[in-house]
């Protein structure tokens, strides 16, 4: 069709009656005389119409756009995240334009409602229910411990031992090999709180270093068992552990299935025993903790007649005490010193040999990547509480003598970054000749260094030397080297 001369589309005419607006609008521009500006440009009234339109789309742009802003506002206000918009609004956006979200700030968000907050907590317990550990009682339990891998290199007079503890007399082959036997599996539980404020805690670790060396004969052995209740200033604890005048030990991979420096200067033996501590505040910077409490020793000789071995008494009570001073000064310096005592009888062979002991042990930290820490015992009959054996020697069916016996041990740490650190440690413990028959430990001295690095947070690379040496009453002293490669994973 052809208006004021020129073709014009069907499609165009039928749009402009379908908007009786833009009808009567054309109508009443039609009555007015065209202004000076569109006489200059030469515009018909088709062009206007034209520009109406154009105008109109525009003002649909918009209006999607704000539509889109209104539901990224409200999917805020709600905690939620925004839908995708519907696909008239995405296409009404046309390409390269900057999105509402993009081109306008964005909203604050706004608290999520009551009722909203309550149901996303229902859903987070009910998720939790699905993966949390408990006992029949409700109580929370953690698992933990390190599967430890040890490859180890043994000198001649090692004994046969995976990690000797002395050093044999008689010599033998070279030994290597590798174990998990080490390993250990661990619960930790949280427990209820009872009178006077205090919180049940408690804590069960176990190994693999019972039965043989063979990797197809581990059993599994109990290593410590404590439940402790635990006031402000007070400490009651019942369980199985490391004697109480000896509760340090040094850091090391390659001997776990004992304590580093057993019979070097470590009592160690983990023995049934109950204790109380109580702690007192010497201002901010300073105070004293003391325990008290009664410990099974563990009684054993290897040097009775064989008739008479029957006749020792294999456990026996005594009384332990140990009181730490600690003091904190500058930023990480710290120091604790605590003296201690052990006093029990053992009975054997119908004689009551006495064992008392007199202890110290110690952590010295002047700055925060150097700790020095160490034992030391003197006294006499120390073999029940984990020393070196022996503890009483049977001479004869008439006369038994307890063994006078001076030990100890100290390590020197050195933390050369987050992740790699580094110990020295050495001790001794050396028996009296006199209370001693022919062919019995007179010393025995072990030192080693070693470096473990963390490859990650719960992952421990772990290399280690160490030499033991031992003397023997009446014969020559042997020695043997150790060395060992660990790789443990914590969990």
Known sequence: MRINGKSVPL????????FPGLSSAQAQRSQEPPSQESRSKGKTDLQLILERLDRLEQENRDLAAQVSALRTELAAARGVAPSNPPAAVAQATPAGTPSPDAASPAPQTASAPVEERVAVQEQRTADLEQTKVETAHRLPVTLTGMVLFNSFLNGRYSGGYEYPLTASPVSGASGSGATLSQSILGLTFQGPRIFG???VSGQLHMDFWGGSSS???????LRVA?????????SLTIGQDKPIVSPRDPTSLAQVAYAPLTYAGNPWFWQPQIRFEQRVALGANSGIRARLGVYETSESTSNAIAEYANYVASARPSLEGRFELWHKFGKDGRIEIAPGFHTSQTHAFGYSIPSRLFTTDWLIQPVAKVQLTGMFFTGQDASGIGALPDGFTLFSPYRITAVDTTGGWTQLSFL???????????GQESHSPIDLLAGEITRNFEYAGNAIYKLGSNVV?????AQVRTSFLQQSGQLVNHYDAALGYLF
Do not use: M, P, Y
């Open 11 to 18: 499609c165009l005419i039928l749009l402009g009656w379908s």
């Open 197 to 199: 404020g205090g919180v």
């Open 215 to 221: 990797s197809l004969n581990h059993l599994i052995r």
């Open 226 to 234: 404590t439940v402790s209740i635990d006031w402000k200033n007070q």
């Open 416 to 426: 050369a970054t987050q992740r790699l650190t580094f110990n020295i440690f050495g």
């Open 461 to 465: 690379l772990g290399i280690e030397a």
